[in-house]
């Protein structure tokens, strides 16, 4: 895809903004075709993630480091409940409030999910090579925390 005529449009192409919201789409469009294969799309592997590394969160809490609603966690959680991959729980002091769990299932496409990912972070990583890789990583993160984003309690 070519950017706009215009200068402001070159210019406007060129904007770090811009070119991170690309490499998310790049992202986003090499993991589909292997997470698909082995029967995990991308957004069941993220809820698997997330609910995997915090164990007994809420949906509302799992919304807030996915960047979703609690109804769209709570969506998905139904539908990976039905497939015996999560499970969601009565919190022990808030009745109303649903903590989720995965399975042993869960756990098993979120392991077969990981084989994906980490082949593309070695693809990533092969074409920058390891020391440019983590000097991105930090940049990154430098631009999510200036940017304000949150990240789960225990997330870093």
Known sequence: MEPPLTTEGKDAWRRVIWTLRRADLAVQRAKEPGLRAVGVPQAHYALLMHVHAFPGYSGAEIGRGLGVTTQAVALLAAKLEAQGLLERRTHPR???VKELHITAAGLEALQAAETVITGLEQRVRDALGTERSEQ???????????LGAKAPQGES
């Open 94 to 96: 808030h009745r109303n």
């Open 136 to 146: 991105l990583r930090l940049l990154l993160e430098t631009v999510i925390q200036h």
